[in-house]
């Protein structure tokens, strides 16, 4: 059963009009191990601080062990059973091992002479909570670091405590040595106590937690297990920037009957009873994880694996997909994740690979299209998409990713498609590719194109969609608005669908 142990609600700390802590709350189980990440200056510092009553919050309120606090001194922290290692682990370097670890608890029991024997005693019953076989004779600032590590954990252990912070615990260690650290602190999860870990090293906080912290600019941006969290995601919500979607401007879907309008499509194995509708102007996201059918879905769209049964009606009438020329013939294109492999010949000109159809491109090269005419085509898609490129007549390699991607879209927006189905369009471009695709994707909305935007990239579908469906099994399991759904909610729904 989960038992809390301490809980932090709606803190905020503000450092001579620097906002350090903006509204943080979240809580630590009983024997939880608790990975907190952030970048520098993300106020994880500031938060071990208020927990150990350091720092006293502007805002807020802390609860441990159920006992409501405004704020926290340093002696009621440790009375609550809080203990914080430190960088430097706050030991005296000329000490014995024995008196490092003894010494606190003997002079906490206020004897106005140092009875060593008990030093000694309770020394050594420290470092067999912590199962080591380090001397409590040595000098403790000749030991290595992660001896010196483990004896303070010993002394917190001493303290009787219940919740031990390490700030990044691990900086001077060796790989050897983690691996002894992780040990220990799986043992004190064993004895109940719980550890906020605290790094900003993604890897070790993703093997060692049960559940991570994201902190960023003095905002909590990510609560989540563990295990639902791969290092790309954290290292996203790390280091990027919250999209501020007030200032994009969306598309507004029109209100008229349907563009496109599907009816119980089923493909066995990939999916079945898919049902939806895409308004003229609407940008659609479909998401899910590797496996769920989206891709299937959008290629059975545009006829590449045509579906079983099923209804596909656009503006109104119902067509029949059943290879892809059905679909190119009713306006419906398709931008493959795949750009390399799918979607251009790489060797040959910009410019050809700019003409719509392959046929196009057999009749360009037979001379039924006029050298001039293709040029002056292309010229204006390569300016419409800013590809940067001296010359439409290089050959497509030369081009950096984001910008084969771009060609990739303007030979299908040349076919001036009714539909135009999106598979992770800016997989693999570097990011100002990325938001220039995202406005040409609304823009090309706003004229009147529907778009189904496939993709498992949590910002760009809300930057993008005017609604997200989450595929999950080869069924649409939810259906998301927008302008109701943040960042944060939109993952934390696409990792449940993995169970
Ligand atoms: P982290 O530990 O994640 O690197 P900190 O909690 O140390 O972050 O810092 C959060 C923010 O608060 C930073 O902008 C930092 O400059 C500021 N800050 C932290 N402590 C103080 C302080 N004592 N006085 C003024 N500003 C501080
Ligand atoms: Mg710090």
């Known amino acids: 059963m989960r038992e809390e142990l301490i809980r932090v609600e709606h803190v905020s700390k503000y450092f001579a009009g620097v906002k350090a802590l903006d509204d943080v709350s979240f809580s630590i189980n009983r024997g939880e191990i608790r990975g907190l990440v952030g970048e520098n200056g993300s106020g994880k510092s500031t938060m071990i601080k208020i927990i150990a009553g350091v720092y006293e919050p502007d805002r807020g309120d802390i609860y441990i062990n159920g006992k409501h606090y405004k704020r926290l001194t340093p002696i009621a922290s440790i009375q609550e059973g809080i203990q914080v290692i430190y960088q430097d682990f706050s030991l005296f370097p000329n000490l014995t091992v024995a008196e490092n670890i003894g010494i606190n608890r003997v002079i906490s029991k206020g004897g106005r002479v140092v009875n060593w024997k008990e030093v000694y005693e309770s020394a050594k019953e420290g ?78 906080v993703k093997e060692i937690s049960d559940s991570v912290l994201i902190f960023r600019d003095g905002k909590k941006v990510l609560d989540q297990e563990a295990e639902e969290l791969d290092i790309k995601t954290m290292e996203y919500y790390m280091t990027g920037r919250r999209i501020d979607t007030s200032s994009i401007a969306y598309s507004e879907p029109e209100e008229a009957p349907p563009l496109l309008k599907v009816k119980n ?24 994880l590797l496996g769920s059918g989206r891709t299937e879905l959008a290629l059975s769209l545009f006829g590449e694996l045509p579906a079983e049964s099923g209804e596909i009606w656009l503006e109104g009438k119902e067509i029949f997909i059943r290879r892809n020329q059905d679909a190119i013939k009713e306006g419906i294109a398709y931008v493959p994740e795949d750009r390399i492999n799918e979607g251009l010949f790489l060797e040959q000109p910009i410019s050809d690979n700019l003409i719509v159809t392959i046929a196009d491109y057999l009749a360009s090269k037979l001379g ?19 590809i940067k490129t001296p010359s439409v007549e290089n050959p497509v390699s030369s081009l950096s990713g984001g910008n084969q991607q771009r060609v990739v879209l303007a030979k299908w927006l040349a076919s001036n498609p009714k539909l135009l189905i999106l598979n992770g369009p800016t997989v693999g471009v570097d990011v100002g590719s990325k938001t220039a695709i995202h406005e040409l994707i609304r823009d090309l909305a706003k004229q009147g194109m529907g778009i189904i935007l496939i993709s498992d990239d949590i910002p760009e579908l809300i930057q993008t969609c005017n609604r997200i469906l989450l595929m999950r099994n080869g069924k649409i399991a939810e259906e998301f608005q927008r302008e109701k759904v943040n960042e944060e909610e939109l993952h934390r729904h696409l990792v449940a669908a993995k169970s």
């Open 127 to 204: 470092l067999s909570r912590v199962g080591t076989d380090i001397s409590l004779d040595a000098i403790t600032g000749k030991l290595p670091a992660a001896d010196r590590q483990i004896i303070a954990i010993a002394r917190a252990l001493l303290e009787d405590a219940r919740l031990i912070i390490m700030d990044e615990p691990t900086t001077a260690l060796t790989q050897r040595e983690i691996q002894y650290l992780f040990k220990t602190i799986k043992d004190l999860k064993k004895q109940g106590i719980s550890i906020l870990f605290v790094s900003h090293k993604l890897n070790e």
């Open 265 to 288: 499509l089923n493909l066995n194995p990939y999916f079945s009873g898919i049902s939806f509708e895409l308004k003229p102007k609407e940008v659609l996201g479909i998401t899910g």
């Open 368 to 386: 039924i299209i006029s050298n001039q005419a293709k040029l002056k085509t292309a010229e204006e898609w390569v300016d419409r998409l800013e």
